[in-house]
């Protein structure tokens, strides 16, 4: 059972260059979640899924997009990336009210 | 709105010590509680949780309660191990808020032999 699958591990990117971070769940989730983790400020959530073809905007959701693909897949997509943005990026889901970690994406953007 | 406070780290011990991780919260309704726990350069994953007052999360040595008079769910262990070594997060999930988690900032905690 695989779980939240995260896609790349580590990346680093020019600024004004754009990427696509992937998120698969196999557990037929139907919320799913992007974070970004920072030294000292804990987790921020940038948006959420409730459900397939539903998004909303999280805390900070200035300079991503998302896309809920189908109910397994959920991208997380910079269109032209900033320094500010260099984080550990996770996806999570959840059915009810416990949720699940994907191993995190660490990017860099110089 | 809905809050979760808990302790700053670092938290350093020696093996053995006993553990405390002190977490309050702020939330309208009945709330349910988690600990999550990091190890280095992984994901989360859920260590413990409690869905009602009083209710005792545990898993592998660590518990916490839930108190709602005092709105609090601290963590505790009784005895360390150098494998501990990791950050901790308290989060709440509540109706309120489409039950999305609100988290803490997470507690690091190293484990000295």
């Known amino acids: 059972n695989a779980g939240v699958t995260q896609t790349p591990k580590f990346q680093v990117l020019k600024t004004g260059q754009s990427m696509t971070l992937q998120c698969a769940q196999d557990m037929n989730h139907n919320s799913m979640y992007w974070y970004r983790q920072d030294p000292g400020m804990g987790l921020r959530l940038i948006y959420y899924s409730a459900s397939e073809g539903t998004t909303d905007k999280g805390e900070v959701p200035n300079g991503y997009n998302v896309s809920r693909l189908n109910k397994r897949e959920f991208s997380l997509r910079l269109e032209s990336a900033a320094p500010s943005q260099t984080s550990v990026y996770f996806c999570?889901?959840?059915?009810?009210?416990?949720?699940?970690f994907g191993q995190g994406t660490r990017l860099t953007v110089v | 709105g809905n809050s979760v406070t808990q302790m700053e780290g670092p938290v350093t011990l020696s093996e053995e010590a006993f553990l405390t991780i002190n977490c309050t919260y702020t939330a309208t309704g009945y709330p349910s509680l988690f600990w999550y726990v990091q190890y280095p350069g992984e994901g989360l994953q859920l260590l413990l949780k409690a869905t009602k007052a009083d209710d005792k999360g545990s898993n592998k040595g660590f518990e916490a309660t839930y108190r709602k008079e005092t709105t609090s769910f601290h963590l505790e262990k009784g005895s360390v191990q150098v494998s501990d070594s990791a950050v901790y997060f308290c989060?709440?999930?509540?109706?309120?808020?489409?039950?999305?988690?609100?988290w803490g900032l997470g507690t690091s905690l190293a484990v000295n032999p």
């Open positions: 999570a889901s959840s059915a009810n009210t416990e949720a699940f």
């Open positions: 989060a709440l999930s509540a109706w309120g808020n489409n039950r999305k988690l609100i």
